[in-house]
């Protein structure tokens, strides 16, 4: 009987731990594939068309609320739960063919779930009537929690003759829609339903429970026990470390947590850091500082909802330094959750930072231990193999015989263990547009190490093509499975391998660039579209790792209205004057300093709109010469012409080139 038992626990704990809502030592990296409007990127089809690109990088990616709602929506005001699946982002078919198609890649879909409210009909108190496999289910007045709405909503009922529940909220009121009883078993046969629906008939992985301070934690635990999703979370929103701790456990059955939490402490750390530029509020708590609970955290340092939106809303954004936040996130444990908007502008270097997340084996339980910390530049040793370093880099150097550096950025660098003795290529494995480069490097601490490798996908030998660490590799046109190894006394170990899909480079169609924008002889500047919304004097913000050329006092120096573009809205000019021995990294333009752009990179000349870099402006037909970097530059009809030093495009035919992008003239 004794080994019966241990058979029958050994069968029944797979079950007791997917109930759990989040998987232990979990390896994988979420998107968040909408942001706020994302009504044309997050369509259905156009997410299914990255299935092969995403699934690369990512194991899970959260979509928009799925559900038709009445109207254009981001699906916050939810209606159908059964019936209609056509919503702002596609049809229900094509919402199918994208979970699934999804799931064949390896990606698994998490729906986003919101009943603490809902919407009604055609008045204050009436639902949708849906059928779905032969039950009809309908909410009715006497789901609606006594005190909605302040009372408003008891208020009209009664004069209208209908009834409330008897139950208060159990959770955070919300003005706007319905709030929901759950302690209704009507309001709980339809969620459970409904729950159902989304996992076993659309196909989701799991769950994103939307405003979860909007009723008790325990019912999250009583859906979840239900439906068993392997990954459940819950938008908690809350600063506190220890009041997102107290919702988790809130979520028990059975003495277990059966939901993971969003770390709003982590993203508040970031942003504080970043936005302060105190490297140093990095070590403030969070819901990844307990071991405990490190498991349940799902990090992130942007948001839908605390992104700059597109309509002039400033929410509470990063201000600058996208890149190092997202480093500091895909290096320590918990399970990221990188934004849409950040993976747009940054592809390559977050798929880098994911694979070299992956080599190091960190999982959402990972260690960490801090190193370093300065108000200029911090550093956490995760697993002890990777390192992670924000900041001003240059003050920190680690020890060569410890740690060799794989990733170098504005602001952040990434170093791996001499211990794990392997190859690494600094492209991770994805579709790419355009000629690539990837750079190979020894992870040792043996001196003047090489490394072999192939480019056909067969394994590498000490017979193979070797390379210095250093080299860097040309990745053509098409598909080529780099294979690269150690070679160490005549044996090759720390064997990697990347695939790498390369198409061509999309032209990228002219901005109309109003010709009152010029740029003088030996001129640093940049011009700036505000929105229609942004109604006073345009600031500049400009920067690199050792200069502000703006000022240095937050929001920075005035900009210049030239006039109208051709849609009617104001331009404006930022001139530094001179072009100085460094240029700026990066450039932020606000109104007043608020609302403000994301942090972009700085191009001399560069014509910016809200969503950043539109065109160059070049007066005088010249580029940023002087910038220390190479770009690739493509003929317009998407040839690989080279990948050539700034300093030395002057050297280049007069004509179009596509340059990061986008179109430059060279006219001298």
Known sequence: ??????????????????????????????????????????????????????????????????????????????????????????????????????????????????????????????????????????????????????GKTKTWATQNDYQLSANNDTGEAWDGMRDLDHKSENVQTIVKAYLDLLKNDLGYAGFRYDMVKGYAATYTGLYNQASQPEYS???????????????????????????????????????????????????????????????????????????????????????????????????????????????????????????????????????????????TYFANAVNDRLLVVAGIKSQYKPSASEWVRILDGHHYSYYLSTQMQTAWASLASSVYYGEQQTTLTAVTAEQGARLVYTLDGTEPTAQSSTADSGTTLTIPLGTTTLRVGLLVNGVVKGLITRTYTVKEQPVTPEVAVPSFCTVAEGEMCAFFEAPATWQGNILCWAWNNSTNFTGGTWPGAGCTLLGQSASGLNVWKWSYGNMPATLPTGIIFSSDGKPQTGDFPFQNGGYYNASGLQANVLGIGRPAFAQQREVRVYAPDGRFVGRIPMQDLRSLKRGLYIMEGKKVAITQ
């Open 1 to 150: 009987m004794k080994k019966i038992s241990t058979l029958l626990l050994s069968l029944l704990l797979p079950l007791a731990l997917l109930a759990q809502g989040w998987p232990q030592n979990y390896g994988g990296v979420m998107l968040q594939g909408f942001y706020w409007d994302s009504y044309d990127d997050t369509q259905w089809t156009v997410l299914e068309s990255q299935a092969d690109e995403l699934a690369q990088s990512f194991a899970l990616i959260w979509v928009p609320q799925s559900g038709n709602c009445g109207g254009t929506s981001m699906g916050y005001d939810d209606l159908y739960w059964f019936q209609d699946y056509n919503s702002s982002f596609g049809t229900e078919q094509q919402l199918r063919q994208m979970i699934q198609t999804f799931r064949s890649k390896g990606l698994g879909t998490i729906a986003d779930v919101v009943i603490n409210h809902r919407k009604n009909v055609s008045n204050w108190v009436d639902f949708p009537r849906e059928t779905y496999k032969g039950v009809t289910y309908e909410m009715l007045s006497t789901d609606i929690c006594a005190n909605d709405d302040g």
């Open 233 to 375: 979370v819950g938008e908690y929103w809350d600063g506190n470390a220890q009041m997102v701790k107290n919702w988790l456990n809130g979520t028990k059955v059975d003495g277990q947590i059966m939901s993971a939490a969003f770390d709003f402490p982590f993203r508040y750390t970031v942003r504080d850091a970043v936005n302060s530029n105190d490297w140093r509020k990095l070590a403030n708590t969070s819901l990844i500082s307990d071991g405990a609970y490190r498991r349940y955290a799902v990090t992130f340092v942007e948001n839908h909802d605390t992104e700059l939106r597109s309509n002039g809303e400033t929410q509470d954004p990063l201000r600058r330094d996208t890149l190092a936040a997202n480093a500091f996130l895909l290096a320590m444990p918990g399970t990221p959750c990188v934004f849409l908007k950040h993976w747009q502008a940054y592809p390559t270097e977050i798929k880098a930072m994911i694979a070299a997340r992956q080599a190091a084996g960190i999982t959402s339980e990972s260690s960490y231990a801090n190193v370093a910390s300065q108000p």
